[in-house]
């Protein structure tokens, strides 16, 4: 998806069959993005996983479908469909998909 005008709305439907989970396989697809947030969607097969990184802005992480191990700051959390994580700014974090998952990130631009 190309830059948005945050000015203007917008609807991103069909989700699930836009972005299937993919045998052995992290994909991704970037919803919305404008001055004021960025949103991406995740789709994780069962053991994929984004080793540890951090994130300048803040992120909330919420997971859709599946579960997941899902570690912050050097604890570990369990995450079923429906949970929902805040990191703040460049707090260290990493997950792993237990099941084939899909998750949404939002990250929040400052000064947007």
Do not use: I, K, W
């Not at 579960?67 to 079923?80: I, Q």
């Amino acid at each position: 998806m190309a830059r948005t005008s945050g000015e203007e709305s917008l609807v991103v439907a069909g989700l699930t069959e836009a972005l299937p989970v993919t045998d052995a396989a992290t994909t991704s697809r970037t919803l919305v993005d404008n001055e004021h947030v960025r949103v991406v969607a995740f789709a994780f097969d069962a053991g994929e996983q984004l080793t540890e990184h951090t994130a300048a802005p803040p992120v909330v992480v919420q997971l859709l479908t599946g579960s997941m191990r899902f570690e912050v700051a050097g604890e570990t959390h369990h995450l079923a469909a429906g949970d929902c994580v805040y990191l703040a700014p460049r707090e260290p974090h990493s997950l792993e998909a237990l099941e084939p998952s899909l998750m949404s990130l939002v990250m929040a631009r400052q000064g947007g």
